[in-house]
């Protein structure tokens, strides 16, 4: 084990312990990258590359974990307690949880235990990725100024943000698609975000100002920096197993550490170009 993987790996486990002692205070992803000392931008990736699933869910089951026990052990404690105690609203959402979890619900759980059941969500480990990348490239990323509309929101509602870049392109002749480049940037997984906290930025190259306009486009850039780069071929619904292979498979055994900016993506064409089998796309992680 390399000492860049050795360290990332404390840092998952300095997570894990700080949520398994502070389980009555609010957990937020931004605080637990503060205790992993991680860029908020790849701690919600690195975090699932090592532990299987996300920081969020790793919550959910600790609380989950004592929620059991008490079930178990402390007969004389409600189960309206034990929920308002894992910091459910409600004893009917925490049933709720609890059922989709154990395949129990909390008064069952109560009578008789699965043991066996429960202890198998407990066995965290990385997903399977399949073959590993070997085409990384570790390129210098020149600064490139772009033009750029940012969503916020549900991700499968990133389309109706695109379309309005795509308008503006169209109607303001800047960036055109045909000549520009374009890039999008997820400040975060969309898989483990909250809706309310995505953010996605759908960017062209441009270089100067950008007039205001009643899409909401702003002038803005790509900062420059080193990047490993891998070209992902496809359908971008499965671009987020490339970028947990170099997560998982890649950046444990490169020596390298994360830059302070977020992975990125250059589309080389366009679903209404060509069948999604041949999406090309370039996904950089950007690095010391």
Known sequence: MTKANKRRKQ???????????????????????????????????????????????????????????????????????????????????FSRAFSRTFGQT????????????????????????????????????????????????????????????????????????KTSKTFGIPYGDPSQALEDEFRFDICGSHGGEVPENPFGVRAGFIPAGRCAMVLHKGSQNTIGETIYQLYQQWLPTSGKELREFPVFFRYLNFVHEVDECDLLTEVYLPIL
């Open 11 to 93: 840092q998952v486990q300095s997570v894990c312990q700080y949520i398994d002692t502070h389980l009555d205070q609010e957990l937020r992803l931004e605080q637990l990258s503060q205790i992993a000392i991680c860029s908020k931008y790849h701690f919600q990736r690195m975090f699932s590359a090592f532990m299987g699933i996300s920081a969020t869910q790793y919550v959910l089951l600790a609380r989950l974990k004592r929620a059991s026990f008490r079930l178990a052990f402390e007969k004389n404690i409600t189960i309206t307690d034990i929920a308002f105690e894992a910091q459910f609203d409600s004893s009917e959402a």
């Open 106 to 177: 909390p008064s069952e759980f109560r009578r008789q235990p699965e043991w066996q059941h429960w202890h198998s969500k407990y066995e965290f480990s990385p997903p399977i990725l399949g073959e590993y990348i070997v085409d990384v490239n570790i390129i210098d990323f020149e600064e490139q100024p772009i033009a750029f509309i940012e969503h916020r929101g549900n991700p499968k509602r990133v389309f109706e943000t695109a379309a309005k870049f795509i308008e503006w392109r169209k109607s303001t002749g800047l960036s055109p698609i």
